[in-house]
């Protein structure tokens, strides 16, 4: 089939817009992808569950996951617990995840020192060797 000067133009002109019309579908199906890809933050407290004074670290815990958890910065729960770098935790220790409201109050007792030990010497009864008589 041979087309006529005006007919090519008008199919040239027809391809140019499938063309566009096609990569204007592909953008806009990029654009609301992307759109959908991402979850958006709520920074809201509530979503936190709330922290226990101690956890108990169970398989698989990170110091940063438990921190997130609760809300709470994994520095500061590693200064409650005296842990330095590299932050590692073990299967069934127990970290303070609470500073005590309170000063805590140790009671301690003073115990007397006893008397020391007198010593005595006590004088043995001296035994004279019985004497024989031939």
Known sequence: MHLTGQQS????????????MMLSVAVGF???MAGCASKPQINNSSRYAMAP???????????????MRYGLD???????????PPYRIYVNQSLRLKKSS?????????MAQPEPIKRQTIALP????PTTTT
């Open 30 to 32: 990029t654009v609301a």
């Open 102 to 110: 309170s000063p805590r109050t140790v009671s301690t007792q003073v």
């Open 53 to 67: 004074n101690y956890y108990t670290v169970r398989s698989g815990d990170t110091l940063s996951g438990i921190a």
């Open 126 to 129: 001296t035994t004279t060797a």
């Open 9 to 20: 133009r008008l199919h040239i002109q027809r391809d140019k817009i499938m063309k566009i």
């Open 74 to 84: 994994y520095l500061s729960i590693a200064e409650m617990n005296g842990i330095a």
